[in-house]
């Protein structure tokens, strides 16, 4: 027979370590469309015919927020056999709240007493037995950290569920139970998967979403509003609070009969830290610290390293396992390099004693050199001497080595080191796939495709996933042992001003090392509107692929001024603020107005298990994303990218992605860049915004330049003025991120129509700040006229307070 | 008419009523914040607010404007 459990109780109460400590591993996760809610199910550990279910943690079965909505749903839809209710022994009067609601849905319910251990170390104690009675279903004491009991609670719920032992208890006081059995006769006899006087409690609280599932016909709506009515005068209370009391009544009275209190009231562990780490002058240092330490683990060292050998490594030429022989090869690597100094030295010498050197020299390119040409060469300069000068680490000249004609042909003989040669080299994916490229013949366009597009794309995003893991693993400490909510405490009272909420400066931060981390770590804010909020926002603070961007502009237009750097940071700062109270303004933000009513659970070590799970968990769905949308949209940039229209392959600047940018360019005109090369650079920054200054070499005549660009500076000089750059820089560090980000951000809405907002927002700012820029600019630097400076900025306050007006509007009912 | 964003921190109350409406009451009524229920306000964020408080033998934090809701005696 199977058997369906579902796990439910408060958040923090340990559900999550006990269903990972009772399941083998997750076999489904999904998500409900629109929240960030997710459903897990798995296989009992010692029982394959048992599936449990991981509900989210919930405080109540009310239903406000999502969470309880979809826990609602699932018991109502699904009807598991039996629920098994964890509640957390140390907070035992919150925790059985939600236990009294899921006993009355009239399905079997088990409870396991977690954290016993806890509550034996604060000197408390608890009358399981006498619990058992006065709640009529089993309690086991159990603790999911130390996997006490776990065995015991899950054969428990199994033979709760084989017996359908239904708990049947009085909770209110028999006037509610008039009230309430007046109702359950409205209700009609369906077969119905909750008990009535579930129902009957949900319609007496004014619960609509249960009004609406049992369709009762006008008149019986209005024998239900009477009788709510004759109860809210009886109690002068509404009959929400009316049944809240009631149950808390009841709980104060079972506690006190179950659980003994040790009267001795000292500070635990938990107080202690916690009066150190959210004291008044101590919080916000330790606060800084805190954060220091994770944005330079998972931005800085260990995850530069990852993402490096990642990039360079796996999506590069390849790597070395474990490290070892880097060493030799970096000194055999340097041995060779001092040669070719030397080589180039001498035939540079050799030429200037007029003697040619154009054949050598491909020659020597050549795999197979003609080594005749080569002797000639070298009989031809038996006098010449050269000096070459070799450079130490740190750059400067080292020391002058004199070549003569045998050191040159001794130089000549030297081979380049091969990388497989030292320790144990493991080659790259683009190597790998072009050795079983050219195994099948395959042609250019098969390996261009495969090997710039499709590996060179989803490697640049995949690249991101040493970084990624490295965060989730410390944002899961950070969470789990309880120090998120604590951020939350100490930075809500800045953030709210914003529109946004206390957790958001997590996502802003890591978003300055990349984006996607950031917007992925929005996670864990728990108020939906918050959180879309601060995905929308996390981008527009620059992030480390966009530094060669702010390279560029400012090496070849502002001579490195040290203004520009900080300006752009400052400009993702002011996007933020004004997003955040431009946006909250607008009526989709304002859905429900969500209460910070937060509980600051105890300190506690994190479950290592737990911790990699959680790690795992959203790293996955990353990878998942890299494998689809991003491949998709890397696959048609190179597309347009290396064809013309009749399908011949070309350099970029003849390839359709070149026509396009002439089409896209005059809308960039009146930002004051309309010229194809930086609409099609602006394009290209999708893929990843690194791209940006690579593809305007390409377009203005280099195969390769520097990170910053700087041999194009001179082009740039020619095509753009001090103000249209900047606006140029402007729009590609506020417009719509990478595909990896775009991405993450799809992951995380959940919804198509959200992202689409996101996107659309962010390159609509983008583009009327860069256009503000722009004509300013113009006006106070080169006496163009105000006349559209003005215009502009008149239309924009006339719309932003059109949006202010409106959403008073809507508001100044509420408030009356 | 005093409310619990008044009260001092290190001070014990006990909550006479709520007079907010909707899903508010009910987040704080559902959080153990009843009629009756004794709450000592442990002390302010570093920044003023919001609030963290004792509530049922844990630890719970309130803005200040939803404190504002909550009349204590």
Sequence with gaps: MNIKIALAGNPNCGKTTLYNAITGSTEYVGNRPGVTVEEKEAKLKWNKDVTVMDLPGIYSLSPYTSEEVVTREYIID??????????????IERNLYLTTQLIETGIPVVIGLNMIDVVKNNGDSV?????????????????????????????????????????????????????????????????????????????????NNILETLKLDSDKKSVLEKIIKSAEEKFDDDTESIITNERYKFIEKTVSETVKKNSKQKLNLSDKIDKIVTNRILALPIFAVIMWIVYYISVTSL????????????????????????????????????????????????????????????????????????????????????????????GNTGKNINVDNDAFAAALEAKEPNPADYGVWIPGIPLLAETILDSFDASDWV?????????GGVGSVLGFVPQILILFFLLAILED??????????????????????????????????????????????????????????????????????????????SDESWVAPSAYFMGIGAIILSGIILKR?????????????????????????????MWDRGKAFIKKAGT?????????????????????????????????????????????????????????????????GTFGVLYGFDEV?????????????????????????????????????????????DYKWTAFAICYQTGLAYIVALLINLYGNAFLFSQSFIAPIIITALLIVLITFIFMCSNKKTAPKTA | MRTLKDVKSGDTVIVEKISCAGSLKRRIMDMGITKGTTILVRKLAPLGDPIELTVRGYELSLRKSDAENIIVK
């Design chain 1, 629 to 693: 949308i991003i491949f998709v949209a890397c696959a048609v940039i190179w597309f347009l990218q290396t064809f013309d229209w009749s399908f011949n392959m070309v350099e970029a600047e003849e390839s359709i992605l070149a026509d396009l940018g002439n089409i896209l360019a005059p809308l960039f005109a009146p930002l004051g860049f309309g010229h194809w090369q930086a609409s099609v650079a602006t394009v290209t920054g999708l893929v990843a915004k690194e791209n940006v200054v």
């Design chain 1, 481 to 558: 042992c309880g120090y998120m909510a604590r951020i939350a405490f100490i930075m809500d009272r800045i953030f709210r001003k914003f529109g946004l909420s206390g957790k958001s400066f997590i996502p802003v931060l890591i978003g300055t090392g990349c984006g996607v981390p950031g917007i992925m770590a929005s996670r864990t804010i728990e108020n939906n509107n918050d959180r879309r909020l601060t995905i929308i926002t996390t981008t527009f603070i620059p992030c480390s692929a966009k530094l060669p961007i702010i390279a560029l502009i400012a090496g070849a237009m502002f």
């Design chain 1, 127 to 207: 009358d399981t037995a006498k619990l058992e009675k006065k709640l009529n279903c089993p309690v086991v004491p159990i603790s999911a950290l130390k996997g006490i009991g776990l065995k015991e609670v899950c054969e428990r719920a199994i033979s709760t569920a084989k017996n359908k032992n239904i708990s049947d208890i009085k909770i209110f006081s028999e006037i509610i139970y008039d009230y309430l059995r007046q109702i359950e006769d409205l209700i009609e006899d369906r077969k119905l998967m909750v008990s009535k006087k579930w129902l009957a409690v949900k319609l007496f609280e004014n619960d």
């Design chain 1, 78 to 91: 699904k009807t598991p056999d039996v629920i098994l209710n964890i509640v957390d022994g140390s907070n």
């Design chain 1, 706 to 750: 520097a990170e910053n660009g700087a041999e194009i500076w001179g082009m740039l000089q020619t095509d753009f003025t001090v103000v249209s750059a900047y606006a140029f820089l402007a729009f590609n560090l506020l417009c719509a991120p990478c595909f990896a980000a775009i991405g993450a951000i799809r992951r995380e809405m959940a």
């Design chain 1, 303 to 394: 995850g530069t390293i990852g993402t490096d050998w990642a990039n360079d490594g796996v999506f590069g030429d390849g790597w070395r396992l474990l490290g070892i022989g880097g060493e030799e090869y970096e000194k055999a690597s340097k041995v060779y390099e001092t040669e070719r100094i030397k080589i180039d030295a001498f035939i540079e010498n050799a030429r200037k004693n007029g003697i040619e050197i154009d054949a050598l020299k491909e020659e020597l390119k050549a795999e197979e050199p003609n080594s005749s040409i080569i002797n000639n060469f070298i009989k031809n300069t038996k006098n010449i001497t050269a000096t070459a000068k070799i450079e130490n680490d740190d």
């Design chain 1, 447 to 455: 390996k261009s495709l495969v090997l710039d597009g499709i590996i």
């Design chain 1, 586 to 614: 607008l009526s989709v933000f304002k859905g429900d107005p969500a209460p910070f009513v937060m509980e600051l659970p105890a300190y506690h070590f994190p479950a290592v298990k737990g911790l990699f799970i959680h």
